[in-house]
């Protein structure tokens, strides 16, 4: 379970998250949706406890993690998986050498336990045969799926994807959410996917939560969220420009 | 008035702030390096990259020192007729300065240089944070192996320009000075004590640590882009070659009260 309360941040003289509350209950995907820039990866950011907010609370499972220091939060953060929007990948490592990361670096398993789970997870992201490159030499789409296999590898009971379709064909980008849809369903994953694909977002929503203007403007089931009255909202999943251009 | 005093204000905010960074990282790495499990695969790579692939330009210069000074003492001696104290005198002034000095400012360059530009280059790509995420603590985990790596090194490299640099000199010298052989090397043992070469390696020990925890900390605090990994890289081969420098200092004098030379 995830709560958010009323969570504030930002840089220098700027303000990102300007009172943010929300909640995922456990099992639950939810999705949020909102402009570039309007802060949905620093949220992540913070939900992982990478950063400190500068007011507001957190709680995973219970637990309030905002006052905990790094060396406390270190082993805490194992329940989380993240999907980093520009994937993160060591690109000092291979592909399968990232993947298998968060298993070698334990040294609680053998090698073969995590060739087998290493190959199992490269091939439910479609990445069988490429674990020898090194991520310099892979596409952004097969990168980003590299970093959803590290962070799924080793079983978090909560996952948090930004943007994970970004940048992939349509029909990979639906093997994803199927994915997403199997962590959620078989291993009762909680999620938070952060996207601008409407697709991936109705596919996998348990829930859909608007961000805009720092705030959560709106949150509900898809079909809710369909037919919203608020014309911010639904400018954006209908992805509407006011911007006129003269031609 | 404010024009005078701000930008002083903020320089010394940055020295005090950056100083106490450089604190934290270091009483951190201290903590790991006592309490934590080492990750033994990187301690090994580290130490080979750092210590093994260094070896090549640390004797090279430590020749070229030797040979350089080797020379130009025996021109001085030579008006006073001491060619024999030649011999010592290089020795010592390469086991207590030379050596440690010019090993601690190439491995400035080029240690410092690769640690800073790659942990700069993993925080900007988030990479530092995906260790994070993955529960493993980056002091952990990239700082004590290159802390350990340059420790074990740079005494090691330091002794290897020590050692280089006496051939090199003690060749120039009779080969080309026309030194007696056999008073360059007596008078050399005679006066050369094991404390001159211990002061020496302490001072190496000193500089790694300094080297290290610098660089670390310029990489891991590094600012967005190419341009704040290019930037955290010059700064931490300036830093850390300025501070050695200082650090020198002091250790002579504070080693000259100890180990009387
Ligand atoms: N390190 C940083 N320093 C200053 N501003 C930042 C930094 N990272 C992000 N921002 C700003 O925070 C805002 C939110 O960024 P982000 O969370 O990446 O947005 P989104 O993921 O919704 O596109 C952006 O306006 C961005 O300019
Ligand atoms: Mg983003």
Known sequence: MIQVEDLHHGFKGTDILRGVNLRVESAETLVIIGRSGGGKSQLLRLIASLAKPRRGRIFIDRQDWVPLEERTLTPLRKKIGILFQNAALFDSMTVYENVAFPLAISGRNSKRDIRGRVEEALKLVSLEGHGHKKPGEISGGMRKRAGLARAIIDRPSIVLYDEPTAGLDPVIADSINNLILKLSEQFHVTSIVVTHDMVSAYKVADRIGMLYEGKILESGTPAEIQNSQNPVVQKFIQGRSDVLVDI | MNMLLDPIANTAFRFLSELGEWWSLTLETLRSLFTRRPYFREIFTQIYL????????????????????????????????????????????????LAPIITGLILAGRVGAAIAAELGTMRVTEQVDALRALAVHPVDYLVVPRTIGLVVSMPMLTAEAILVGIVAAYLVGTQLLGIDGGYFLNNMEKYTKYKDVVAGLMKALAFAWIIVTVSCNKGLTCEEGAEGVGKATMEAVVVSSVAILIANFFITIIFSKLLTP
């Open chain 2, 50 to 97: 750092i210590g093994a692939r260094s070896q090549m330009v640390v004797c090279f210069t430590g020749a070229f020192i030797g040979m350089v000074f080797c020379a130009q003492i025996f021109y001085q001696f030579h008006k006073v007729q001491m060619d024999s104290g030649t011999g010592p005198a290089v020795s010592i002034a390469l086991a207590r300065e």
